[in-house]
């Protein structure tokens, strides 16, 4: 590949973004045409976006769907349906002015009212993480058709967060107003302003989107269309990447084991980014009301005993990094400073002889439960080696395995000892770290402090954090509380999670912003 | 058979089939609900956020917060219309989503069935012509690698080979998607889609009719009637296809009867394989999201399919064994 001084230039400034400009410069300008087959693991009930929010939906549906804004890598705002945006000096007034000539796919102006509809009924009324944020608000408006404003009832910092279309799509209020949001007919047949309309679904084989020719970005999109191909097994999803009968893999469509071959491949490309705004995090969940996991000794003893790089390299195959504290690094208010202690079995060990916990003629000193994640091999894997690990310091994992319905009930209920979990952080610690941790959160529900962990410092912290206008004042708290937090381990952080996104080379502009595969795929192209 | 009781047969067995069925039904829905977990919370485990709200809108909607009895009482009813009921979790009829799944499945079992019945029964007839020779010995090599052979490796060697070595047949999918084909390319297209399912698939039970052909014909080829016809002279090509090979077919008319009511349940790990778009995989994926109404739906379709296949069986021996008789 050669390349032009300036394609160096813009290289060299931003090797991991690859923009249109940066394609162009490279003398690859993006072609009109082509049909996108990938793929979809696992295949989701419905694709209207806020009445289900699984995974898939939030990877298929914002291609039909839009939020107001979107994130770069570094989770800065970018302008989608909303064009430019004011906040009020309080940082209780937030202004959002629309772009001009956006249409839904059934030829309906898209306006103000349908955001007001979105945010305040639509998301309010069926979306768990929309409905915590939204209740801050005190009044949403339309100033005129294509003007927002929104009033809150305190500063809340990471409010703009909740803009994206896997946090809040907009969704036309003409053909939901009045009806019951999760049956009414456009749930089947989804109908939004973005790049691709909904085409066909044939159910356990594929899904078509063809491209909305009245998309309000001049030129866009370039592909014709997108299809998503259901393919259930993982060996057979690599074969059909490998031998080109797809074009792109996502998420959790390859297993890790697999990478290294597939990086071997001169026809593929595999990458990491893209998952700045998400930044999964995976731990070993305890449940704090099981003895003696209420010990901060034996939590943090357990916490040296894993060789975190071990499970990067050797289970993950490089694909993600090792955890370092509660806030990945990817995301807001991440202290580098606070650092877990090293892998150090020795130590480990010691600190469980000092708070008398001592091995029996087996050399065991106690034994627990454990978990193992249903979501596939690699999982399985992880628990296998955490086992290993624990028995170097004289704790027996008597290992259970479930399916993913068993596993969601019993975290729920609190039924277990330990298990993996791993969360979506939504690039700012209070809308996805603080719900683990502060004692308020203690429900009967997947995703809330399952473990009952209560520390009253750590509340507050998390409240001063929530509470504050100034993004000084909120570092100091979150740094507290990250400080704190590896004191107490009360989740065993293991991974900052990342997916391999591997594509065909010909395929461009992929992983552009910090959603990575979540964007819109507007400027996506196959070069010829 | 004397056809004047073959009405009251029917009614009889008909009667039967019906209380089984029902029994059936309320069998998978005590069995489905004692399952650990249900359908909210494994949305809820999904979706990555939840709220105690989030759980009871979905119970709600779902119908799971009526007291068990009256669930049982409404999914009863409803099966006794015909109606298999809703699918909250898909937002589509339970039917819709079976009927939309059938043919897929019947398409890949029914090339599978017939090639597993005619080059069963063809080998296992020239085994037992060649006893101990060789081509016996490869025969019955053969017929134990494949019966021995988990599935779904067989599928994946199969792929490996034709899809990714020799590029001839594509390694997933039921047909190409994004191409507008008509007529007999689209045919030709399917057909070429289902060759490596179907074949992988049916060789498994090719192995059972093989050996079950050779074990029978060995059998009734010593018995004194076989003697005979030789002994009158009649050529050896009419002796196995008249006298051997019709009386040797009862037991592989009963293995086939009972694989036919197999049929609709497809194989799941092939259609898993090979992402082919079928009824296995419905039901696979509806038991993992607990997804009720359309695990009991193809649970009905299922048993349907069964006691069916079960009635057409014996009316079957009596047409090929005429000492057979039906009753009920």
Redesign the interface.
Known sequence: MTLSRRGLLAAASAPVLMSVQDALAQGVAPRRGGTLQMMLTPEPPVLQIGVNQQGPTLVAAPKMFQGLLTFSPTLEPQPLLAKSWTISPDGKEYVFSLQEGVKWHDGQPFTADDVVFSITKFHMELAPRARAIFQLIETCEARDPLTVRIVLKQPFQPFLLMFDATAAAMVPKHLFDGRDYRTAPAVQRPVGTGPFRFVEWQRGNFIRLDRNEEYWKPGQPYLDSIIYRIIPDSQSRRLALESGQVLLSQTNDIEPFDIPALRQRQNLEVHTAGWEYFSPLSWIELNHRVKPLDDARVRRAMSMAIDRNFIVNRLWFGVGKPATNPVASTTRFHDPAARLPAFNVAEANRILDQAGYPRNAQGVRFTLKHMALPYGEIWTRLSEYLRQAMRNIGIAFEMESTDAGSWARRVGNWEYETTINFVYQFGDPTLGVERTYVSTNIQRVTFTNTGGYANPQVDALFLRARTSAAAAERQAAFSEVQKLLIEEVPQIWLMELSFPTIHDRRVRNVITTGLGVHKSFDDVFIAG | MELSRLPGFLLRRGIKAAVVILAIVVCNFLLIHA????PA???????????????AQLRE?FGLDKPFHVQLWIYLKGVLTLDLGFS?????PVWT?IS??LP?TLLLTGAAFAFAVTAGVTLGTLAARRVGRWADSVITVIALTFYATPI?WVG?ML??FF??WL?WL?????AT??VELSGLAAVLDVGKHLILPAATLGLFYLAVYARLTRATMLEVADQDFVKTARAKGVPEGQVVRRHVLRNALLPVITFAGIQAGQLIGGSILV?????W??IG??AF?AL???DYAVLLGVFFCTSVMVVLFNLLTDLLYAVVDPRVEVEG
């Open positions: 399952a650990p977990g249900d919370s494994v949305i809820a485990g999904q979706s990555g956020a939840a709220d105690e709200r989030f759980l909607q909250h979790r898909q937002q589509q989503l939309d799944r897929a779904f994946l792929v490996l899809s990714v590029e594509p390694s997933f999918g039921m998607v994004g259609e898993t394989v090979f992402a778009p079928g995989r419905l994926d993992l999201a607990r």
